[in-house]
T-cell receptor, first 111, second 111 residues
């Protein structure tokens, strides 16, 4: 199996600041990691992913870092905006289709 | 097109009713999933279909009955549900071993 946990259940940041959300996983066999954003009343929305053969991947205003040695990944959001307020889940995939979600971090952006 | 659609958006049913949730995708994905999400919790996997065959059933009670009529459609038939089954039911799809894309969910209330 897999156990995925986020370090902080809530995070508040000022608009324009950078946000960092951290996540830990337990199964060294997990080889694919995804960050999802979920707004109230909506389904999880894909943000960015990374495979275990990489340690960093960048998207538009988002960066995911993977440290396989300590089984840790993080999501960095640059210049956080009010529209970034949501619950963020990290998820680890082990095997073909088995995706394990972390408990989620609620990000609140203060205008 | 990375859209997964789900109907209905909301559903209220009594414990003796029979209802169905529907999910559709046209991305050519051959894996489809049902998740259950309770308030303030991460999604929990219920069922996985790969190539229209049930490949994972996470010990879900038989009052939930999945069906995959073809590669684009996924149904979840509901019968004799309990109030504790009230939740957001999410459908997702993916290429085999690839990123899962989620629909907006069906908010189910069992009276």
């Amino acid at each position: 199996g897999e156990s995925v946990g986020l370090h902080l259940p809530t995070l508040s940041v000022q608009e324009g600041d950078n946000s960092i959300i951290n996540c830990a996983y337990s199964n060294s066999a997990s080889d694919y990691f995804i960050w999802y954003k979920q707004e109230s009343g909506k389904g999880p929305q894909f943000i960015i992913d990374i495979r275990s053969n990489m340690d960093k991947r960048q998207g538009q205003r988002v960066t995911v870092l993977l440290n396989k040695t300590v089984k840790h990944l993080s999501l960095q959001i640059a210049a956080t905006q009010p529209g970034d307020s949501a619950v963020y889940f990290c998820a680890a995939q082990t095997g073909a289709n088995n995706l394990f979600f972390g408990t989620g971090t609620r990000l609140t952006v203060i205008p | 097109d990375t859209e997964v659609t789900q109907t209905p958006k909301h559903l209220v049913m009594g414990m003796t009713n029979k209802k169905s949730l529907k999910c559709e995708q046209h991305m050519g994905h051959r894996a489809m999933y049902w998740y259950k999400q309770k308030a303030k919790k991460p999604p929990e996997l219920m069922f996985v279909y790969s190539y229209e065959k049930l490949s994972i059933n996470e010990s879900v009670p038989s009052r939930f009955s999945p069906e995959c009529p073809n590669s684009s459609l996924l149904n979840l038939h509901l019968h004799a549900l309990q109030p504790e089954d009230s939740a957001l039911y999410l459908c997702a799809s993916s290429h085999i071993t690839d990123t899962q894309y989620f629909g907006p969910g069906t908010r189910l209330t069992v009276l």
